[in-house]
Each structure stands twice: as structure tokens, then as C-alpha cells.
């Protein structure tokens, strides 16, 4: 009952839609740039076997680190502002989508390179032409992850209590023992990853993988 209270009394004094406009745009400057550079490394990893096992293996040993461990650095690197918390964001989504995109390339069907060339595409468009497109349902699902985790990495740089937030909320009711608004706003982030996963991830990952053929019915 105070939960909901709390929640009604967030929305209508726009104190829960402020924050989390604040954080949207620093979730989305992060998510972007997370799947712009994970697709990159991901690409690089796939075209060699030592990349592979260099970087590659050092980029799973990164994945395993916990967003908020980040912090200290962030801080050091940043100061407390909105670069650190971005670079938080970025970081918390990149590795998903490096292992995603190098997996995707390394898994492409050897018969579909052989029937490309049959075909009589050319080496330097194979890649374009057939390897990309073939990587494309482990791409999305490097989306549909680095997306959740791009979440978690926000809220964790956001604790830095720097501007406003969501984080920042959750900050407020922690010192002022408010438990009904820290689970205002779980529910809150619980919701909006939810609606965005069956909205908008979950739908474009089963009409990619009903193209290619994967969905099970």
C-alpha cells in the first residue's frame, strides 16, 4: 500500500519521470556506444585465432567483473560527473556484445561460405554478403543482453550520487530509510526492463530467428 502510494506520488509530482529522463539518456549514449565498439572488438576477435585467444580471452576474463567495481576507476578517470557514470554504462554492455559478435562470426555454417562462392560472390564480399548476415540472431541477442546489463551498470553508476536519477532516488532512500521509494524505483527499473525486452528485443529476435530458419514452434 505505501509502496503504491509512493510510486502515485512520484509520478504525479514528475519527480520519477524527471529522473528517469536523466537516466534514459545516459543509458542510451552508453548502450549505443556499447554496441558500436562490442560489435567492433567482436569483429576483430573473429578474423584471428591469436586475437581470439589473447584478446578474446581477456575480454571473458573483463566479463566477469561486477559494474560497480568500476566505480573507483571511473571516479579516478572522470571525476564524479556524467562521464563517469556513462563509461560505467558503456562498460557494463561492451563485453556481451564483443562475445556475442565473435561467436556469430565463428559459428557461421561453413556451407553457406562455400555456397556463396559457388555462387560466384567474390572473396572481399563474402563477408558483407554472407558472414554478417548469418551472424545477425547472435547479434541481436548481443543487443537483447548488453540492453540488461547496460541497466544494471546505470544504476550502479549512478550511486556515485552525482546530478540526477533513478540511482540517485535509490540513493535518497537508502540514507533517509525510505523503503518504500527503494522499491518504487526497482520496480520501476523491473518494469521498464521487462516491457522494453517484450516490446521491442523479444519480438525483433523471433522475426530474425523465424527468417533464418532457428525458431522453434
Given amino acids: 500500500m505505501q509502496v503504491g502510494e509512493t510510486l502515485y506520488l512520484g509520478i504525479i509530482d514528475g519527480s520519477f519521470i524527471t529522473s528517469l529522463k536523466y537516466s534514459f539518456k545516459r543509458l542510451l549514449i ?8 562490442g560489435t567492433i572488438l567482436g569483429l576483430i576477435i573473429a578474423s584471428s585465432k591469436l586475437i581470439d585467444e589473447t584478446l578474446g580471452a581477456f575480454i571473458l576474463a573483463l566479463q566477469s567483473i561486477p559494474s560497480i567495481v568500476w566505480l573507483p576507476l571511473a571516479i579516478l578517470w572522470f571525476g564524479m560527473g556524467e562521464a563517469a557514470i556513462i563509461f560505467v554504462v558503456i562498460l557494463g554492455g561492451t563485453w556481451n556484445m ?9 559459428n557461421v555454417d561453413p556451407l553457406l561460405i562455400k555456397a556463396a562462392k559457388t555462387m560466384g560472390i567474390k ?33 550502479a553508476g549512478e550511486l556515485l550520487g552525482s546530478g540526477n536519477g533513478l540511482g540517485r ?7 533517509m530509510g525510505n523503503m518504500s521509494m527503494v522499491i518504487s524505483v526497482m520496480i520501476i527499473i523491473a518494469t521498464l526492463g521487462s516491457l522494453t525486452d517484450r516490446i521491442i528485443f523479444k519480438p525483433l529476435e523471433d522475426k530474425v530467428l523465424e527468417r533464418w530458419g532457428l525458431l522453434n514452434n
Avoid: Q
Fill in 30 to 37: 552508453g548502450y549505443s556506444l556499447a554496441l558500436i565498439i
Fill in 98 to 106: 564483443v562475445i556475442n559478435a565473435s561467436t556469430g562470426i565463428k
Fill in 123 to 155: 572473396e572481399h564480399n563474402l563477408f558483407f554478403k554472407v558472414t554478417i548476415p548469418a551472424a545477425i540472431p547472435h547479434l541481436i541477442t548481443g543487443m537483447r543482453l548488453s540492453w540488461a546489463f547496460c541497466w544494471r551498470a546505470l544504476m
Fill in 169 to 175: 532516488i535509490l540513493m535518497w532512500g537508502r540514507e
